[in-house]
Nanobody
Framework: VQLQASGGGSVQAGDSLRLSCVASGDTFSRSLMAWFRQAPGKERECVAAIQWSGATTYYSDSAKGRFTIFRDNGAGIVWLKMDNLLPEDTAVYYC???????????????????????WGQGTQVTVSS
């Protein structure tokens, strides 16, 4: 699946953003989707992931309570709604996909970059204090 991420920008602390990832190809509805971010000098980290059906989700500790991941399989889009943004959320955000009908949330699986096959190009999010 090919992925196109958008929606980043420069905001103030406390603001909200909604990132979008549009997928092309016929595997989106069978794919586990995730949002990663990478700040300068840091490893790429998974902030949220969602099962192909939307039945299970995962959030990193830093994202829990502030970020929401959701998807529309008919439209081929996955979103990341980010509320109450903090300066430490500043990073390039990437969407990623792996074609598998598996749940996410329990255990370490599907929470690292190596678990994903397809990547979008990244969208910059900058949060100033």
């Amino acid at each position: 699946v090919q992925l196109q991420a958008s929606g980043g920008g420069s905001v103030q602390a406390g603001d909200s953003l909604r990132l979008s990832c549009v997928a092309s190809g016929d595997t989106f509805s069978r794919s586990l989707m995730a949002w990663f971010r990478q700040a300068p000098g840091k490893e790429r980290e998974c902030v949220a992931a969602i099962q192909w059906s939307g039945a299970t989700t995962y959030y990193s500790d830093s994202a829990k309570g502030r970020f929401t991941i959701f998807r529309d399989n008919g439209a081929g889009i996955v979103w990341l709604k980010m509320d109450n943004l903090l300066p430490e959320d500043t990073a390039v955000y990437y969407c990623a996909a792996v074609e598998i009908r598996a749940p996410v949330g329990v255990g370490p699986k599907y929470k690292t970059a190596q678990d994903y096959d397809d990547w979008g190009q990244g969208t910059q999010v900058t949060v100033s204090s």
